[in-house]
């Protein structure tokens, strides 16, 4: 069992930068795959950016590339989300995800993520 808790959403102004973490308590946090997804308004909730077990292997969706950046400290049962150059279509609430691997891969598809935090919300104004 693994309990997500998110932090560092927002209101900030178009261009500027956000720092989002997720904390999770339990075992073995570093055989989880991470995920950070996302879900505005009337939309369905969309993968932002993915990273294996290690660190090693990460994905982004396209729309984030360049101005995302995913990362984890296992000491510390961390996850992170280093968000620049934020736009207003980034306006969300964001969500991480664990799902129990075998492997030190990425996973993409949403359904197999086990665990959910509750989301933290980005407001960027324009």
């Known amino acids: 069992q693994v309990t997500l808790v998110e932090s560092g959403g927002g209101l900030v102004q178009t261009g500027a930068s956000l720092r989002l973490s997720c904390a999770a308590s339990g075992r073995m946090f570093d055989r989880y795959a991470m995920g950070w997804f996302r879900q505005a308004p009337g939309k369905e909730r969309e993968l932002v950016a993915t990273i294996s077990w290690s660190g090693r292997s990460t994905y982004y969706a396209d729309s984030v590339k360049v101005r995302f950046t995913i990362s984890r400290d296992n000491a510390k049962n961390t996850v992170y989300l280093q968000m620049n150059s934020l736009k207003p279509e980034d306006s969300a609430v964001y969500f991480c995800?664990?799902?129990?691997?075998?492997?030190?891969?990425?996973?993409?598809?949403?359904?197999?993520?086990?665990?959910w935090g509750q989301g933290t919300q980005v407001t960027v104004s324009s």
């Open positions: 995800a664990a799902d129990r691997v075998i492997a030190d891969v990425v996973v993409t598809d949403t359904r197999q993520y086990d665990y």
